[in-house]
């Protein structure tokens, strides 16, 4: 006759104290990866439904044109002046730590690389990452709260065509202008200081400014902004989207959200420079 042996489940503070901090630290690693992959299956959920609510265009349409004035236009400002005191800065810097005998053409290079290709766009990104993720998780979490959304679906309107979709289309359309602003402010920030603070002429920054150019660095820098867009949107919504009852559940999401946005930039950034940059040399 055959034996069965029952195990009884015992509780982890019942074992040891030494093999009872390895089953800890297991278990903290199993719920870590658990919640790791439910937040993203979650978010993919949600963007699943974003992109069926691009069906109901005439919901989420004519909030398009605000959404682009509040993303875009309303960061200029803010966006401009970061890029300006960054060009200045890395013209400054690179200038003072070159060696004697280096021709000074390199400052010119130097700050149109590190502005196009990274500052420029992960800055911008990472700024308004802080400002209009924010505002958007603000927004859609306190209407969350309030229980407005709940209204617009009494009324027969999607909230995700009329509260989400406008907000990521307009990330997406404005991220990239907001950019090419900052790139090019940042660009001519860095030559003034070049110019006026260091003993680099013009014709030699200039030079560095032409060397090695190509119309691929500007459209690199695109991309990166185009992705930010998105990635800022889509999770800063959805945090709203998902924010609890109280002024204390919104303030949590909006601070999960930048949080959680400004590591999806820092990570789009490192894979598009691991699989674009070697297309990049002039």
């Known amino acids: 006759m055959s034996h069965i042996t029952h195990f ?6 019942s074992f040891p104290v030494v093999p009872r901090q390895g089953f800890l630290f297991l278990r ?19 963007l699943r439904e974003i992109v069926r609510a691009f069906a109901d265009w005439r919901t989420w349409l004519p909030q398009v044109i605000p959404q682009m004035r509040a993303v875009g236009v309303d960061s200029v400002p803010l966006a401009v002046m970061v890029a300006a005191f960054i060009g200045g800065v890395i013209s400054l810097q690179v200038r003072y730590q070159l060696f004697p005998g280096i021709q000074l053409s390199i400052v010119g290079l130097s700050v149109r690389q590190m502005v196009v290709l990274e500052v420029g766009p992960l800055l911008t990104g990472l700024v308004l990452a802080g400002r209009i993720g924010a505002k958007m998780t603000a927004e859609i979490g306190t209407m969350r709260v309030t229980e407005q959304i709940d209204a617009l679906e009494t009324l027969a309107y999607d909230p995700i065509a009329y509260l989400v979709v406008p907000r990521v289309v307009a990330a997406v359309f404005m991220l990239p202008v907001l950019t090419v602003a900052a790139d090019f402010v940042g660009v001519a920030s860095g030559y003034y200081a070049a110019i006026t603070l ?8 200039m030079e560095g400014l032409r060397l090695g150019f190509d119309s691929f660095q500007v459209f690199y820098s695109l991309i990166k902004a185009t992705m930010f867009g998105g990635a800022i949107a889509i999770l800063c919504t959805f945090e709203g989207y998902i924010a609890e009852a109280g002024a ?12 959680i946005s400004s590591m999806a930039i820092l ?16």
């Open 8 to 13: 009884e489940r015992r509780h982890t503070q």
């Open 28 to 46: 903290r690693m199993s719920n870590a990866s658990l919640g790791l992959l439910g937040g993203i299956g979650v978010r993919t959920l949600f």
């Open 198 to 205: 260091t003993d680099v002429q013009h014709a030699s920054f």
């Open 248 to 259: 204390e559940g919104v303030g949590k999401s909006t601070a999960t959200a930048v949080v």
């Open 267 to 282: 990570i789009l950034d490192a894979l598009t420079a691991l699989i674009l940059a070697p297309y990049l040399q002039g």
